[in-house]
């Protein structure tokens, strides 16, 4: 019944600090996916140029991989090792977990790579973008 109320309390603990910690503040330039084509602070509507294609694409990807591809990464791996951990001696539910423990680690190695081949080919097309393009932001 300890355990109980200790877990519930680092559950509950976990999300009020969370909601707090993820407050939202006013969009501008540099929180949004979409760069241009919105009504800033001052009402004033920021046209699109060519230039903004370009960091949209670069939006969107790090958005993918940085914001969703990463997380979801982080937790399969936390599942695959809980599996691991709690196999019993059971070779096979081990060797599942352990293959599925490599898939992802793989499949995020794949990720990684073609955001940095992207990467590179935007700052080829776009080369006053470099310090912008990769940025991870």
């Known amino acids: 019944m300890r ?15 969370g909601s707090v910690a993820y407050a939202q503040t ?17 009402g004033i509507t920021r046209q699109c140029t060519v230039e903004d294609i370009f ?15 990463s997380p979801l990464a982080a937790l399969v791996l936390m599942y695959s090792g809980f599996q691991m951990l709690i196999s019993g001696g059971d070779s096979s539910k081990y060797s599942a977990a352990k293959n599925n423990f490599m898939d992802v680690v793989t499949g995020f190695a ?6 940095a081949v992207v990467s590179f080919i935007l700052s080829l097309a776009a080369p006053a973008f470099v310090s912008y393009i990769g940025s991870g932001t």
């Open 3 to 17: 355990y109980f109320f200790i877990f519930s309390f680092s559950i509950l603990s976990f999300f009020i600090v």
């Open 55 to 69: 960091k949209l694409v670069n939006n969107v990807i790090n958005l993918l991989i940085f914001q969703i591809a």
């Open 110 to 115: 794949l990720i990684l790579s073609a955001w």
């Open 26 to 42: 006013v969009p501008n330039a540099e929180h949004t996916v979409l760069p241009c084509g919105y009504k800033e602070l001052g």
